[in-house]
Structures are given as C-alpha cells and as structure tokens.
C-alpha cells in the first residue's frame, strides 16, 4: 500500500513557502514567491490572477509536473507523484490534446482502463453531457466538445482531487453553465476541487474560497464575500434625470461619479456621508441602491500594482 493511502483521513493539500524561477534568455523570472495555501478535503477554492500570477506554475507544482525551487507539497498526506499513482488526482490542464482516431466512447473507456476504481463510463458521459457525441471522433470536435471530453478523462478516475486549469475557456454561455451544473454534483460527493479561472463570477458563485494571486504571492485567501468586504468603497445607484457629473463627484464621500443616461453611480469612501449628501442636494432622486464592492473590483485593487522584485532580481 502506498504512503498516501495509508495517510489521516482528513490529511488534505498542503502548499509550503513554494517558489520557483525559471531561466530565460531575458533574465531569470520569479514565478513564485512563498506560496502557503492548506485546502481542506471537500473544498472548492478558486485560483484567481492576473496572466503572469503564478496561476498555472502553482498548479504544475501541485500535480508534480513541475518541481519547487524551495517549500513543498502534500496532497492527503504523501507526495504528489503518490497520489496520482493511486488515481487520486484527476487533471485538466490549458495544454494538451486528446489521442486521434479514436471515438469519444472508446477514449474514456481507455482511460479508465488505467485507474483501480474508475467511475462507470456510462456514468461519466451522463454526468458531462457527451452522450449525443460518444461515437465521434475525437479529432473531428470543436473547441468546447473537446473541452468537455478532457474534463470526462480528468473525471472518469473517480480522483479525491480535481484540478481544473481554466475548464470553461472555450466554452459557449450554455456549456459552462452545464459544466458547473456537473461540478456541483462531483463536489457533493465530498471531492476536492482546485480550478484557476479567468470567469470571476466563476469563482463567486462555485467556489468555498477564492486564492487570489499577483506577482507570484498570494495576496488575499478567503470566502469571496470576505474578500470583496476588504475593499472599503461601496457603490450609489440611483435614478436621477440631468445630474450634472462635476457636482456628484464634489459631495463629501464620493471618489467617483458616472452617468449612464438617467442613473448615476457614485464610488464612495464612505457610502453613508454620500448618501445624506446626495439626498440633501437632490431629493428628487430615486431608486437609490447601495452595494458593496463586487469580485471584479476587488481582484483589480488586490492584485494591482508594481512589482519592484522584479527590478532587484534583474539588477
């Protein structure tokens, strides 16, 4: 029996003080910096960054493509090559394409093939909606089909871990509500699942936790509602016919005023000194909602910024 088989049962996924510099004909480029995340058995954490965040490099790090310069990595007690020789860890990564010339039916079937207690094919189709494509072949699929494939061979393994690199790219509106509808039944059975996304409505509405990164490091580890309440400035909507913009964005609270025909929306420093002064000098005003700050306005302020490491590495 191998060493993660045999691990606690609540052992989950540990990151410690990862880094890693890759060498290029520019300079070395630090790709990580100290990263420290624990992910607990039945959680879904989002991954979220920036291009160039480390997103991808943590996660070949993760599966144990990819080695640590320094820190290290457990996966349910026992090394990354352990678990996924136990068909524990199931991958869909951004690179990589499917075998030729064989039928989608025949592809997963061999793939499972390959696992100690795979999932039932027939059950893998249902749950990732291949069943009107299983006697295609593989290199006759669009982009999202094959998409939808890769995720049945990263599922069929029946893994404790799913790892999802950017899954719903190149899919349409309809095929990654489906994905997700499908990722909602998986994770109910208690699997853990970590996936990088670009789509942060993604990560707000299928994810425990969200890890957002930047430069390498992580800068904010927490549920989405935590992480949109660090970003102090909430939003004034209201309805407000010929507002004048200048004077909106001269009330006391208001760092920025927008007009979009009728309505007008003030970011606020502080929402409740704007709300009176609002009210105060245009009573006429309706419709008046106030909203903290969304995912897409905390990703920007927590992973913006200079990076002067990058200018000490390279000197």
Known sequence: MIASAAAPPQAGIDLHGLTKTFRTPNG??????GIDVAIAPGETVALLGPNGAGKSTTIDMLLGLARPDAGSVSLFGGTPEDAVAAGRVGAMLQTGSLLRDLNVRELIAMMASLYPDPLDVDEVVELTGLGALVGQRTQKLSGGETQRVRFAVALVSNPDLLVLDEPTVAMDVEGRHAFWQTMRGFA?????????????EEADDFAD???LMAHGRVVADGPTTEIKARVGRRTIRATLPGADRDTLRALPGVAAAELRGAAVILSCTDSDTAIRALLAREPQASDIEISGAGLEEAFLELTG???HDDEELAA
């Open 209 to 211: 936790r969200a890890v």
């Open 305 to 307: 910024g200079d990076d």
């Open 188 to 200: 109910s059975r208690g699997k853990t699942i970590v996936f990088a996304t670009h789509y942060l």
């Open 28 to 33: 070395p480029v630090r790709a990580v910096r």
